[in-house]
């Protein structure tokens, strides 16, 4: 595997759901993040993690938890979610330094009924 | 408030017409700005990044140039495979990692 991963490429959740999106870079980056993409709107920043500790949580609501074992992987835990959070997940990853690039996973696409 | 505007947000091209599409910023202090290229349904794809007012990149049909306001992609000779969103992305000085987005220009190029 290259790049960033992210698994599953899919997923459709009920809003009593418990369910975990998972990230995995193969970068060597120290950064990570979590962002949120829904129709006609600007990619919304989430979640920054480096070297492993949050040090950025964009006003996101409880019901998104995430985890950061470790510098290449990354998690985001879903529950009781509502329709609206139904968009495309992105993660990305980046060297730890600011100015650096981010480089991002294929997304899941998530589907809350 | 800093922000980031892109136009047009949809820009339809005959294959071989080169065209511009431009990123305006208002920000306190720019670190870096960056373009990426994303396909339906697809992570966005990193093209270039741009430092400093006066800096350009190049790769294959696409140049981006950086002036103290605003970014513009140029394309030139666009082929159908060009066809995507294009985002434009802001990092600023202090700012922790985090990227602002532009909503980004559809482009389709036919043939």
């Known amino acids: 595997e290259t790049g960033v991963t992210q698994t599953p490429r899919h997923l459709v959740m009920g809003m009593t759901n418990k369910k975990s999106l998972k990230c995995e870079q193969h970068l060597g980056h120290n950064a990570m993040y979590w962002y949120k993409q829904s129709a006609k709107k600007p990619l919304e920043l989430m979640f920054v993690?480096?070297?492993?500790?949050?040090?950025e949580n964009n006003s996101v609501p409880s019901r998104f938890s995430p985890e950061c074992p470790n510098s290449s992987h990354l998690f985001l835990h879903l529950h009781t979610l509502q329709p609206e959070d139904s968009a495309l997940y992105l993660c990305a990853s980046s060297q730890g330094r600011g100015g650096q690039t981010q480089y991002f996973g294929p997304g899941t696409r998530l589907l809350v009924l | 408030e800093d922000q980031v505007t892109q136009s047009p947000e949809a820009l339809r091209l005959q294959e071989g017409e080169s065209s511009s599409l431009n990123c305006s910023y208002t920000v306190s202090g720019l670190r870096g700005l960056f373009w990426y290229r994303q396909d339906p349904g697809k992570g966005p794809e990193f093209l270039f990044t741009l430092y400093s007012a006066g800096e350009e990149k190049e790769k294959e049909r696409l140049k981006a140039t950086l002036t103290k306001k605003e970014s513009f992609l140029h394309i030139t000779a666009p082929k159908p495979e060009d066809s995507a969103t294009y985002l434009c992305a802001v990092e600023l000085t202090g700012g922790g990692n985090k990227l602002t987005f532009g909503t980004g220009t559809q482009l389709k190029v036919e043939l």
């Open positions: 993690y480096n070297f492993k500790e949050q040090t």
